[in-house]
Structure formats: structure tokens, C-alpha cells
């Protein structure tokens, strides 16, 4: 069965580096996100992504954050000047098409800022 | 934007019991729920969802039920075993017509064998 999957796993970085977290959607998949959970709390919302652009972004996604998709199949999440607070699990999921409505999610990333 | 509440916090029932988990959402326009099973170190797994045109869907063990008019659904577990142990979350909708999700803040079930 297809699957959404994510790299690196875990993710170490100092403050105020860069980093870039990936994301393979399932191939036929049109609309793409990104949601990060921070330890013991609920999943949040970040962005959205459909036909190369943001369709839609939460408070979370400021200034530090950006994604792209550069080739045909991955599907990055950049912070530009990591924080603390940034430490979370980060998850990408995927959606078919505006017929369904059943997002796919990733195994996720773990971002460590020390 | 919707907001979504669950509970219980945390659920512990014996093997073979059934298990209950409710949320209630606040933007009567929502019409798909679904609801996700996190294993530890996992990424959240669709169990089961249901849209707005129907009150109940049932997957073997699993059953979601909805009521429209009060803004809740339940996720119902019956003859649990020791594999259903993890965090369950519901979710809905961010905003009418968008596919965003806002989740509930998770139950952590588990189950006593």
C-alpha cells in the first residue's frame, strides 16, 4: 500500500541553524501538508500546499517557516532560524483529490533544538 | 475556525471491554470527521471517519457514531485487546471548506489484558 514517508527521523540542530525537513507524498496526491506536535500535545496545523502554491497556513507558519516542492516528488519544510520552541515532531500527510477527503500522514520527523 | 474537544484524557478498560471516546466540534457547517490512532513514535493512522450524511459507520470492532444537531461524534471500540493501547484523536475540518484539520487533544487508551 502506497505511504507518505519522511526524512531524517530525528533531526538534531543548534539554535538559529536551518533546517530542512522532508517529505515524500504518496505519488497520485494532489494536496500536501505539514502539522507538527509538540511532546504530549495535540497535532497542529501549519500549511497547506496545492498546485505549487500555499493554499492555506496557521499562525505557527511565520516568517521562519517555508515549504517548497521542488521535483515531482518531495516536499520540503524549511525553518529558516530555528528556535526552541521549534522542537516537535513534524508530520507531512497527503490527500488524493478534491473528491476524498482522507489525509495520509507520515511517520514524522523529530526536530531537536538544543 | 472549528475548535474540537475530546475526552477523556486518558481511558484504561479491561480486555474484551468496549471503549468510549467522545468529542464535540463548534462549527456546524463541518461535515467530515475522522478519527486517528497514534502508536508510540508513530505517525497518526486513519481508523475511521464518517461524513455529515450519515449518523453511524461501523468497521468491524470500530464504530463512529455522529449527532449533528448536539455537534458530537464517538468513536466506539468493542472486544478490545491489548494492541488497541495508544492515543486516539479525533478530528475536524479547520475551517468550513477547507481540508486542514483541527484535532482534538488525544486519548490515551489502554487496554489491560
Known amino acids: 500500500e502506497p505511504e507518505v514517508t519522511q526524512t531524517p527521523s530525528h533531526q538534531v540542530t543548534q539554535m538559529g541553524q536551518e533546517v530542512i525537513l522532508r517529505c515524500v507524498p504518496i505519488s497520485n496526491h494532489l494536496y500536501f501538508y505539514w502539522y507538527r506536535q509538540i511532546l504530549g500535545q495535540k497535532v497542529e496545523f501549519l500549511v497547506s500546499f496545492y498546485n505549487n502554491e500555499i493554499s492555506e497556513k496557521s499562525e505557527i507558519f511565520d516568517d521562519q517557516f517555508s515549504v517548497e516542492r521542488p521535483d515531482g516528488s518531495n516536499f520540503t519544510l524549511k525553518i529558516r532560524s530555528t528556535k526552541l520552541e521549534d522542537s516537535a515532531m513534524y508530520f507531512c500527510a497527503s490527500l488524493q483529490d478534491t473528491h476524498t477527503d482522507t489525509q495520509y500522514f507520515g511517520p514524522g520527523t523529530r526536530l531537536t533544538v538544543l | 475556525g472549528e475548535n474540537v474537544e475530546q475526552h477523556p484524557s486518558t481511558l484504561s478498560v479491561q480486555e474484551g471491554d468496549s471503549a468510549v471516546i467522545k468529542c464535540t466540534y463548534s462549527d456546524s457547517a463541518s461535515n467530515y470527521f475522522p478519527w486517528y490512532k497514534q502508536e508510540l513514535g508513530k505517525g497518526p493512522q486513519l481508523i475511521i471517519d464518517i461524513r455529515s450524511n450519515v449518523g453511524e459507520k461501523k468497521d468491524q470492532r470500530i464504530a463512529v457514531t455522529l449527532n449533528k444537531t448536539a455537534k458530537h461524534f464517538s468513536l466506539h471500540i468493542t472486544e478490545t485487546q491489548p494492541e488497541d493501547s495508544a492515543v486516539y484523536f479525533c478530528?475536524?475540518?479547520?475551517?468550513?471548506?477547507?481540508?486542514?484539520?483541527?484535532f482534538g487533544s488525544g486519548t490515551r487508551l489502554q487496554v489491560q489484558p
Open positions: 478530528a475536524a475540518p479547520k475551517d468550513t471548506g477547507r481540508r486542514a484539520l483541527t
